[in-house]
């Protein structure tokens, strides 16, 4: 069956493909390398032996259409193309919203015309702001977005809720991924941060290469065990096979909209450098430094509903992430 997958060269996207191929699928990828290279198509093809069909395509674009006119027998789609770094997304909304909700409509009102009707949205833990408890479940109350950035996602959420309300034809399901981390265990995919990384562990993986001289702890002095903010980091190649299982639950007649992906458990900045340094054997020049502005204190993922319902389960660890994360900056190095 043939998956449309909107941003299908970038650092979730590529995964996924990997994934969605493995199960049987045919990947097709809208990507015009925006936020990409092409490095990571020549690792997929690496991966999975063959090309993988491709259009470097804006998803915002009426170009998109061509995909739907060439592809009448799509079985769904997985939409991953936004732009995604919450700091640039407050020094520049514009750009933001203009991308991440057109792109979005864009593919919508298109899946509505060919009758392509499932639907995989890649939608993110910052829907919910800081939670008043934790850990967060589907039925937490979303807060006012953080950022331009996180008010996107609610607003690319708000558009399938009202399109369900209004009898649209889609079956949708609404991905909440907490912190992604990793790369594919091959490392010839991975997080491809352009310019300075706007993550930890890209950041982490650049400082441990010696491209960067340190690395910068956001505080300290939060109230968690360590003083260091609390996320939920989840392996790449876990979040990955969670679209695979959204698209089976849909196909299935599966009728829930939203789904958290995480892992359930919440790890320190401060337990992700220590972790990092372990496995790899390697030593961090870290130090800590104030607040990052925006940053929430702490949030991890319930993810009962998804293991019930999708039979998804994450099942690698930091260590796991933290290793492939270093071995795929061995790639990079030896690439640029
Ligand atoms: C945020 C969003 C996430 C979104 C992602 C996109 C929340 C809870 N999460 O992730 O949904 O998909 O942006 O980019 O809103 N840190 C350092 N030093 C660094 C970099 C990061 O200490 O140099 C710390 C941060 O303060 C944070 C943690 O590392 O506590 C993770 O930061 P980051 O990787 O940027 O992800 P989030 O901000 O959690």
Redesign the pocket.
Known sequence: MKILVTGGAGYIGSHTVVELAKAGYSPIIVDDLRCSQEIMLSGLKSILGKKIDHYAIDAASQDLEKVFIDHPDLGGAIHFAAY???GESVQQPIKYYENNILATSNLLKLMLKYEVAHYVFSS??????QPDILPVTETTERKPA??P??RT?QICEDLVFDLMQGGAKLAPVLLR?????GAHESAAIGELAIGV????????TQTAAGLREK?????DDYNTPDG????D?IHVTDLARAHVAALEYLQKGGKIQVFNAGTGQGS??LE?LRTFERVNNIKLNYEI?P??S???EK?WANCDLIEKELGWKAQLGLEEALKSAWQWQQTLNAQY
């Open positions: 995604k770094a919450v993110s833990c910052t829907v919910y702001g953080q950022s950035y996180g996602k991924y907490f912190n992604p981390i990384p706007n993550n930890l562990v890209p950041f982490v690395l910068t702890v956001f505080g260091s903010c609390i996320r980091y320190s900045v992700i430094g607040r990052r925006g940053d929430i949030i």
